[in-house]
């Protein structure tokens, strides 16, 4: 029988212990022995950040204009017509009016030119006659002498505050039409007039009428 020294023992004891505390601290050991934390793998970062993104409220859309009616564009003629009204319509003959013939300036083109505000203006029969092809614009004017006020031609000039006229719609197919809280009314004892109507009822609503495209005013 072989026999081993007790100092041979001893000493290859010795050196494996050596070797193992030399493995556990060797800095080129496998990344698997080591308790450091972990660094999140590509696919983890992917996945959180898609998580992220869905989370995220959707970017809000842009409220959508309201459409123009045809009739208030400026590119359409329409005759007016009083809603409370038997018969006839609205003219344009120096002062503005209601007549059942075919007298004064009766088609209108509603301008926008801004805001709620729309130059009215006022033209002829469609005969090829350049005066009726020239625009004349609605005004508010004030008579003076206590007397209501009235509406009449002028020289179109979108600055004037008394050409600038607000156009609300008032239920299917009617308008108020107003000029600085003076609104179109129909007097018995003075035709068509501008007056304040503060809390009372509104009397008097209109009807725009399409009748066709606007044509091109002679001075252009």
Not at 6 to 27: E, F, I, K
Not at 128 to 136: G, K, L, Q, S, T
Not at 143 to 168: H, K, M, W, Y
Request: hydrophobic share 35%; glycine share 10%.
């Amino acid at each position: 029988m072989i026999k081993v020294s007790r100092w041979a023992t001893g000493t290859v004891l010795l050196a494996c212990g050596a070797a193992l505390a030399a493995c556990q601290s060797d800095p080129t050991a496998s990344p698997g022995a080591s308790a450091g934390p972990s660094t999140p793998t590509s696919a983890s970062a992917s996945a959180s950040a898609s998580a992220s993104a869905s989370s995220s409220p959707p970017p809000s859309k842009p409220a959508a204009s309201k459409p123009i009616e045809p009739v208030l564009s400026g590119e359409r003629e329409v005759t007016i017509v009083r809603v409370q009204a038997v018969e006839g319509g609205i003219a344009l003959d120096g002062q503005l009016t209601e007549v059942d013939d075919d007298s004064g300036r009766q088609l209108f083109v509603p301008t926008p030119v801004g805001g709620d505000a729309y130059l009215i203006k006022a033209y002829g029969r469609a005969d090829n006659h350049p005066a009726n092809d020239e625009p004349a614009c609605w005004q508010a004017t004030n008579p003076g002498n206590s007397q209501p006020l009235t509406v009449e031609g002028a020289v179109c000039d979108a600055n004037n505050p008394a050409q600038r006229f607000t156009i609300t719609a008032k239920g299917k197919n009617a308008y108020a039409i107003s000029n600085r809280s003076a609104y179109l009314q129909h007097s018995k004892t003075n035709g068509l007039i501008l007056e304040e109507v503060a809390d009372g009822p509104l009397l008097s609503t209109f009807r725009l009428v399409d009748n066709g495209p606007a044509r091109q005013p002679a001075g252009g």
